[in-house]
């Protein structure tokens, strides 16, 4: 099968053997399956992609992938988290492992250069390609341990743990503030059942849990799904997390007495309507009779007809020119 994202046509054309060789966090692009190997992934949906595809997958932060003949590494948006995998890579593989970064020109990737050479471990340029850059090198021993990236910070009066992995690294978004203002008094307080999807750094889960209510906490990214446990654990407060892409992990007979969420809508550097729009219209039957969604997005995105069309009816709770925070009822 012929690649279809750049930076697979730019793998593609390389004289090397790749078979048994392992994929970091790539993107869902058929061809490498075909070329063979392993695939490490934080993301659950491409990780249940390439596990519908037969393909062995490591989905764990702290994944030990064997003794691959060699890795490829696709550059992420956030360059910290590629620094980041640069370092669990270094930790998970054999010093003098065949290591490639490959990614596109406009997502930085000619700065791996600069971040190879400050963990002292040479690189050279293979070949560029389709406005992409393929770089090579080997894994070896490096003096900084992957987990010293985690952070914390205050917010919301709430100690949250912080990855660059995470949306909103190191500050509380503004959205996010928006809708835990206008959250009403009594939610969570008599113990109801609570869902925070797309948890993040947990600030929703663990506002939720300390008001009292008993929170489930869902996210696609293990860096999230990490970050909440942690960020719960940092307030000693309690709650199920779980790896899921939207409602997938969640069995098909729970139901909440409200569903709180920021939801993204980019997915990498491209906007990606589709999880929220499957977070909205599937949410009815997450809830119990009466149950509601509370959602913040940017005033901007398109939500609108897609509450309509899920719940028959919605409030817009505030409108400050950036966010919106809507409301919907389950009849």
């Given at each position: ?130 406005r992409c850059t ?126 709180v969420s920021n ?69």
């Amino acid at each position: 099968m012929s690649p279809v994202t750049p930076t697979c046509q730019l793998l593609d054309r390389q004289a090397l053997d790749y078979r048994g060789w392992l994929w970091v966090a790539p993107p869902d692009d058929p061809w490498l399956g075909d070329a063979g190997g392993t695939v490490w992934s934080t993301d659950a949906a491409i990780a249940a992609t390439w596990r519908a595809r037969g393909v062995t997958v490591h989905d764990d932060l702290n994944a030990d992938p064997g003794v691959p003949p060699g890795a490829v590494l696709f550059w992420p948006k956030a360059h910290a988290l590629g620094e980041w995998w640069l370092l669990a890579l270094c930790r998970a593989l054999p010093a003098g492992t065949p290591l490639q970064v490959v990614g596109e020109n406009q997502g930085g990737i000619r700065r791996v250069l600069k971040v190879l050479a400050a963990l002292g471990l040479g690189c050279r340029k293979r070949d560029s390609a389709r406005r992409c850059t393929l770089f090579e090198t080997r894994v070896g021993a490096v003096p900084l341990d992957p987990d010293a990236v985690w952070t914390q910070f205050e917010a919301a009066g709430l100690t949250l743990a912080s990855h660059p992995g995470v949306f909103g690294h190191g500050k509380l978004d503004d959205g996010t503030r928006l809708l835990l203002d206008h959250l009403p008094a009594g939610l969570g307080q008599d113990g109801e059942r609570l869902l925070d999807v797309g948890c993040g750094d947990g600030v929703i889960a663990a506002y939720l849990a300390r008001r009292g209510g008993a929170v489930t906490a869902l996210d696609v990214n293990a860096f999230a799904v990490e970050a909440t446990r942690r960020t719960l654990s940092a307030n000693d407060l309690d709650g199920r997390v779980l790896a899921s892409d939207v409602y997938a992990a969640l069995d098909a007979q729970e139901r909440f007495a409200a569903i709180v969420s920021n939801p993204p809508f980019h997915q990498e550097r491209r906007i990606d309507y589709g999880p929220t729009a499957r977070l909205i219209e599937q949410a009815p039957r997450h809830l119990e009779p009466g149950g509601s969604l509370w959602l913040v997005a940017n005033a901007f995105l398109p939500y609108a007809d897609r509450l309509e069309a899920a719940f028959g009816g919605f409030s817009i709770i505030t409108d400050d020119g950036r966010f919106r925070v809507y409301r919907a009822v389950r009849r």
